[in-house]
């Protein structure tokens, strides 16, 4: 992927950019997260609201905290093990309850790629996380909810901006206000 690098091969931003205004008029609740423990526990509350078949796509640059809230939703769905960010090996399954498949996309040309993985979960059974997934993973559902995470330049807040797509996800999301 051309343009600069920040990071272990990352760019600063998400593979789809949106500018400030396209943010501001997508639809959807807004929650300001000072902290990496309330990430978590942003994480956790998102984890009420799942259930099998759900996708998650996390939109944010480097840093903002997607691998800390898809850990909060990890101990929300009381997966099994240490959810850790699946960048070298693209995606991880975390067997519990209702199993969580966690999908570093970044380094993918399309989520085809997944599937030779071989995972030993049906993404119907489970519920998928992919972080860079903006531009990707939208082909494997017509109902996802996006989450957006931008972080203030001056400071370590972040702001995590939940926008439903189809299905019951307005319901759903509206449930976490």
């Keep these: 992927m051309a343009g600069p690098l920040h990071g272990p091969g990352r760019p600063a931003g998400p593979r789809v950019p949106l500018t400030e205004q396209q943010r501001d008029a997508l639809s959807g609740p807004s929650f300001a997260v000072p902290t990496a423990a309330d990430m978590h526990a942003l994480g956790r509350r998102i984890a009420g609201v799942l259930r ?5 796509v996390l939109t944010g640059p480097l840093g903002a905290g997607k691998t800390a809230l898809v850990q909060g939703i990890g101990a929300g769905l009381q997966v099994r093990g240490t959810v850790v960010s699946p960048t070298f090996v693209i995606a991880r ?4 309850p209702l199993p969580l498949v966690h999908v570093d996309a970044y380094r993918l ?4 790629e997944v599937d030779d993985l071989d995972l030993d979960v049906d993404a119907a059974d489970a519920v998928t996380a ?15 909810l996006e ?17 439903p797509h189809g299905g019951d996800w307005a319901q759903r999301v509206a449930q976490l206000n």
């Design 130 to 144: 992919v972080e860079w997934g903006a531009g990707v993973a939208e082909q494997l559902s017509d109902a996802r």
């Design 147 to 163: 989450i957006l995470i931008s972080r203030a330049a001056e400071t370590e807040e972040r702001t995590v901006r939940l926008v």
């Design 109 to 112: 040309g399309s989520l085809a």
């Design 52 to 56: 099998a078949g759900d996708l998650l």
């Design 93 to 96: 399954v975390h067997p519990g």
